[in-house]
């Protein structure tokens, strides 16, 4: 089946430093990426949504310039979480589309992420 | 926008059958979705209904009413791996490029007990 890995699996920064978090397809190129976040025994939250080549579009509430998301080529993702603080700690997850009209989203092993 | 009511907890007994419903309102409703994610885990893909109807998996089945935005999962022959949360999802239009987004429900706990 189509895999998605992320990276870093788990990090732990100090207020006001910056954080990047890369996401991968590894067996077939994401047209659509999306990023996630999850607090704990909560849903994910959509918070962007990436198509390669072009600007994401941020979900309501969802602050485009501390979260930067870029989507360089069809395989990759990254999401900079600039300025970290505290309440930016939690479980960020990307999931990834084969195709634009695919109904399945391929989820990656999602960060932990921990800001002191 | 969207929003989905499932329960927040089930229990059930190991080899038992469990029913997860799922209630939705969204506009531009395309499909609904359920993935199960274990503590700590990333969310994987179980079923998609797009039309009316029971879809079957192994032991996983899904069903769709799209007159009632109501759809349930049905797990048979609970074994303990099957205790995580399980989330339904709504498939809907993204305005962006074609492509599609899911809105997840907010969960449901299940805890099989031997």
């Known amino acids: 089946g189509a895999v998605v890995s992320q990276h870093p699996s788990r990090v732990i920064c100090k207020s006001g430093t910056s954080v990047k978090i890369e996401c991968r397809s590894l067996?077939?190129?994401?047209?659509?990426m999306f990023w996630y976040r999850q607090f704990p025994k909560k849903s994910l939250m959509l918070m962007a949504t990436?198509?390669?080549?072009?600007?994401?579009?941020?979900e309501q509430g969802v602050e485009k310039d501390k979260f930067l998301i870029n989507h360089a080529s069809l395989t990759l993702s990254t999401l900079t979480v600039t300025s970290a603080h505290p309440e930016d700690s939690s479980f960020y997850i990307c999931?990834?589309?084969?195709?634009?009209?695919?109904?399945?989203?391929?989820f990656g092993p999602g960060t932990r992420l921990t800001v002191t | 926008g969207q929003s989905l009511e499932q329960p927040s907890e089930v229990t059930a007994v190991e080899g038992a059958i469990v029913q997860i419903n799922c209630t939705y309102q969204?506009?531009?409703?395309?499909?609904l979705s359920w993935y199960q994610q274990h503590d700590g885990g990333a969310p994987t893909f179980l079923s998609y209904?797009?039309?009316?109807g029971l879809e079957e998996t192994g032991r996983f089945s899904s069903f769709l009413s799209r007159s009632d935005s109501y759809g349930y999962l049905l797990l048979q022959e609970l074994q303990m791996k099957d205790s995580a949360s399980y989330f339904c999802?709504?498939?809907?239009?993204?305005?962006?490029?074609?492509?599609?987004?899911?809105?997840f429900g907010k969960g449901t706990k299940l805890s099989v007990i031997p």
């Open positions: 067996d077939f190129q994401a047209t659509t």
């Open positions: 999931s990834a589309t084969p195709g634009q009209r695919s109904y399945e989203q391929y």
């Open positions: 969204t506009s531009g409703f395309y499909g």
């Open positions: 209904n797009a039309l009316d």
């Open positions: 990436s198509n390669e080549g072009s600007k994401a579009t941020y």
């Open positions: 999802a709504v498939r809907v239009a993204y305005s962006g490029a074609g492509s599609y987004q899911l809105t």
